[in-house]
């Protein structure tokens, strides 16, 4: 989204928004829900793209702040090096929101993120469940140096340790490259029996099915040598294999309410209001983090065929209409 | 001054020196020579720290050589002219000329205009004229050559080799070279020479060494001795030169005859190189083109062979307009080149000799643009005798062989397609004696066949075997010789004297 | 087996014979990294194992032997890797159907998309001849901006997404098998094959390593520089896109990443392999030995479970080994 | 200025004082997008936003110096973008506490951090030359293996975490500012005017453009060539060293992803400056107006606000753009 026209009146204030990347399914959604949600929260928007690239970040927000931006929405995916930034925009008095993240230090007026160690928790119950405690996983991990894959990856793995240990966890650290998952879980396939597939993001989606099938494996849930899979992210795609039974169950990210939460806090900031711990009109809870900052935990639905409630969660339908999936043109 | 015992190099399977000695005494100018391949640049190499030697010792002044490493050591015990081209492209002429003792000013850093100034003094010693901010890589052959002399003879070392160094140079160069070389011999500095014109040999030196087959032969006083015995030791076998002019001669009497013209140049032009040359060359007739560097020759010679267009006139091979500035179009049209700067033009180092000598016959290699290495090894070994190249058999890289042997390989490469028309740049340029009759008695024997050939060069040798020799001067032509002419009337006629 | 390959192996000169025994340069490690893997895990030998792990190189076996092509005629290409991903993208984007999840244009049909993606190739290919044979760019420099061109185009026309569900031609080479070995197995070898011959056996081939090796004495023997090197680089960007329409039929799906850091692996395969980076050196089949030898020793990493953290240091270190291995054997300095 | 420039500007050959033009060679260019950036934003050239772009450019400016140093010896560095990680890297792990979030070692005090950062800097060069000079392998391929090597060690040490809370003395060059301006810029310049100094006016530097020229021609001249290599290829690594102290400084953390993918800006700057791969030829100045101009463009673009999933695109156009103009300008053919 680049800028929309007209300078930044009081009554449209201008704001600055970062895109940590573009080049995900999941990022892609996001930046076509800020624009969208810009007008419906009246505020005009800079926009600018870190390409997962900390530094760049540092240096669009310096260029965000020489165009006076009254407020800043960034979604650093590197929580430790973004503090100088946000010193820079503390200093400069301009309100930042963050997605996605939790920065390890620094002031922020709010965090706006589904907690990644959720979805983790999230897939590890769902196949803990269906695998009735035992069995072996595989877990196609995101990248090690990004912090939302480690968050899943500890999650999941503490969960499984603590609840279902006769399940052996086997983690594949995949780079977010598909191919490079494939591999590796083709490698995996050689060796003792799989019952079940973490995807640590949508990326590995369909590599994952053509392993399987290549080797007969993707047969329904009926049959006892079906392959329970777990995605994440909730794009499109996910949701219709959820309803073709490919794969069992993703964690929908939500994006859309990334964008509108985002904009909606940054432009609160701006008009001088504040907020406090506690649940919020729109279902989610504000709660204050150990650094001090309040951080809004947005829901991310676990999306299920039968829409059924797994160790102890609740998930809903791949049709359910509150899923940013369902409402996208593409 | 100067002394190797027992020197041995191996190159691989080939032995390049074999427990050769050689002494050098203070003062003495002293020629070595030998045919190609008989070990003489390694010698060099050796003597001026480039390459260890596998055995064997070389001492200065009686004392041991320096480190390998220590190069500034070196350079003060001796200075070399290489066969192989040291000076680099990208660099200025001044800075080639000064390369690790540029001239300093205040504060260790280097003083570009003091650089130029000697850069132009020491040029002008050589009456060498070039701009000496032009980068290296753009001067002609000679003009790299003298500069690279220069520089060796600049350092002030007592010790002085020159590889070939007249190989490059057109006459009045090589008399410009000489008269230095006797202004060094009376300051007391120490020559080591090695050519292959052995009259040069008898003309500046005063002891000569003979190697053959990486073994020394003889060292004995120039005095006294003439060039039969000289020779002989270079080939092991008692025969007189000349044979060569001989075949050639017979090859007059064949040639001629023949009707239309393989090669007709009408009022051929080029900017800044020649203009309005009318020229024919025909069947069995060798046409010799001479002339000093500046003269136009080789660019006229590289326009027939395709490798330039022409600005203006009209070129014919063997009655069909030639397509200007194709050198594939003028090889199919039966032309063969021997290009002058055989490493640039001349052939591919890491290939094979094979490779090389039948890169202009891909047709004969095999059906369908394929190549049949079989096929491709025997075209070669008849290439090989042929020209009685000295080589480990043909696939040996290029890069492996010697300086003459790589020059027969190019000659190869030429006549592998039977030309009807042969076109050479100084073919016999760094090439021994026997060897120069085998090129050129091969020149005698195409051109006996029915093929023209039209010889570019400044080296008597060269052209005394043509049937008429045309003079190019200032990029015309000046005059025309029938066979039999004098060296001094045909010397004078290169330096322009006379006309222009 | 070209000649060349005696050019490393000066103690050989003497037995022409053995020249092609450089090419066989790293069998001995590829050896070893077998006896070590099967004693790392039984399952390492297994036929499914082995089918696993040629399938998962063979796409990029393909640029590894496309780049051998470029680099033995003293050229470069960088821009192979995006080609990789970008040919399939945009087949895929031009066949998909317009709206829904397919975000696709919707043009043509889904027959079209084989043909497209070997014409996306194409079309890439000649673009970079134009700049690097008849501009004289600089080929480094030149598919260095292609490859971060194309890369960004995947990523502008796909909008980041990965585009799935697509023309069931498309899937073919990379899902089909033939007597119980994958299509892509097959074409991969079939194609190395080819080069080997080519390279080695014909009159063009021979010619880039003339050219590879000393470009004006190629000219004055009459080849013709400029059209054997277009002709090598457009074949190089026609493979590649034919390496990535492989892996697009395995996964399915094409990434907007699709290729991304690839060209590493291609140029340290093709170096280990005994390709030189100056051009006139090098053969096909020592190249697809490094590739093979990569891939196996990945292999060999992952069935035996190195700590995830260090999986990046050990390949680089194996390159490095590999790549002494390789100095050893051959006994040449390398530039 | 080394007259060498003269090099890439046949048509000055005779008027050896504007042989230095061919270092301005991009300087039109340079104005050309300040004109156009100003146009797009007025706030292009306001000092604030200079001061950004020189900043942000400046510790990859350090690496282009270095690789400029070790391309006109005529060899490569690919792994300098992973030392600029690494070193920095390391000396945290060293210096941080035990234990907590820190992950660090605490082996030594704060103080330690630079000098340790230089020292890894160092090894890792002595480690490339002793490969590259000392067992003549190839620069290539050797500093790529290193580079993914040094990448995998620094996601091994950090476990992929990033290191923070850093000793105040890895802050200083990227935090702090002298006369308003920040201390990376003035270092950044420094070096340049340095390396400017060293290798236009030094018998040491001009060795350099000897070596990349003809090492052979070179050695006969009676240069160490291969002591020259040595310090070139180690110099190069600990000025990457410090480019990534810079960073550190400046984003008061050490990410394990640190410095990856930057060396294809590194070599693309360089090249476009007029720095040949070739080795020999480009001066230090070309190769500062080369990164200038790059980081003034990405500027540009920002500020333009281009779409997203477009800027990839944009920036390989961009090289592509450059590179065309500088073949313009200087007239020559590249290698
Ligand atoms: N670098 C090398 N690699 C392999 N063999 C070599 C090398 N250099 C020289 N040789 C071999 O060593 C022998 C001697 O070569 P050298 O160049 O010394 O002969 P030369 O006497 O200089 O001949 P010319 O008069 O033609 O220059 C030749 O047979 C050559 O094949
Ligand atoms: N022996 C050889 N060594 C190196 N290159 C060669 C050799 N023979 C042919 N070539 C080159 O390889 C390429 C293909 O060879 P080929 O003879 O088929 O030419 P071509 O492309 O068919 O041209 P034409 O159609 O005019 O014959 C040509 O550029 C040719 O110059
Ligand atoms: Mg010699
Ligand atoms: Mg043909």
Redesign the interface.
Known sequence: GSSTKGGASSSKPLVGVDYPRADTDFWNSYIKYVPQFAGQQGVTLKTTNSQNDISKLASNVQTLISQQVKGVVIAPQDTAAVKPTLQTLAAKKIPVVSIDTRPDSGKVFMIVRADNKAYGEKACRFLGTKLKGKGRVVDLEGDLTSINGRDRTDAFNACMKQNYPGITVVGEPTNWDQDTASRKLKTDLQGAPVNGVYMQASFALSGTLQALKQRGMLVPPSNPKHVYIVSNDGIPQELKDIKAGQIDATVSQPADQYAKYGLFYIKAAIDGKTFKPGKTDHGSTIIRTPQGNLEDQLPAPLVTLDGGSYGGITSVKPDDTSLWGNHLGG | MVEAIGVTKR????TALDAVGLSVAPGSTHALVGRNGAGKSTLVSVL?G?TPADAGTVRFHGRPAPHL?D??A??EVVA?V?Q?????????V??NLF????P?RAG???S?REL?RRARELLETWQVDV?V???A??LTVEQRQFVEIA?ALSFGARFIVLDEPTARLDGPAITRLFEQLRQLQRQGVTILFISHHLQEVFEICDTVTVFRDARHISTRPVAGLDESDLVADMTGEVRLPGAARSAAGDAADGGLLGAAPVMEARGLGLDGAYQDVDLTVRPGEIVGLAGIASSGRTEFAETV?G?RAPDRGTLEISGRPARPGD??A???GGVG?V?QDRH?????????V???AT??V?ER??PA?????SARDALARTLIDRLDIKT??P???VD?LSGGNQQKVVMA?ALAGDPRLLVMVSPTAGVDVRSKETLLSNVARVAAEGTGVLIASDELEDLRGCHRVVVMFGGRIAAEHAAGWHDNEMVAAMEGIGHA | MPDNATVTLPGMRRLPALARLRDLALIPAIIVVAIVGQAVNPVFLEGGNIINVLQTMSEIAVMVLAETLVLVAGKMDLSLEATFGLAPGIAAWICLPAGGSAHGLGWLGGAWSVPLTLLVGLAIGLLNSLLIVRFGLSAFIVTLGMQITLHGMLTGISGGKTFFNLPSSMLYIGTAEWGGVPVSIWLCLVLFAAGVGVLGWTRAGRSLYAIGGNTDAAKAAGIRTDRVLWVAITTASVLAAVGGLMLTGRLASVAAAQGTGDIFTVFAAAVIGGVSLNGGKGTVFGAFTGILLLYMIQNVLTLAGVPAQWIGAFNGAIILVALILSRITSGKRQE
């Open positions: 190159y691989g399977p080939t001026t480039l490493a190069r500034d070196w350079r070399c290489y192989r081209s040291t000076t680099i492209p990208g660099l200025t001044a800075e390369l690790g003792r540029h300093l260790r850093l280097i570009w130029r701009d901010s032009r980068p890589g753009e520089r062979a490798l050198v594939r003028a090889i199919r080149l290009p640039h033009q001349g052939f591919v180092a890491n290939l094979s094979a490779e090389n890169m202009t891909p290699l095999g643009g394929t190549v049949r290495p480990d058999g696939r040996q890289p492996g490469r």
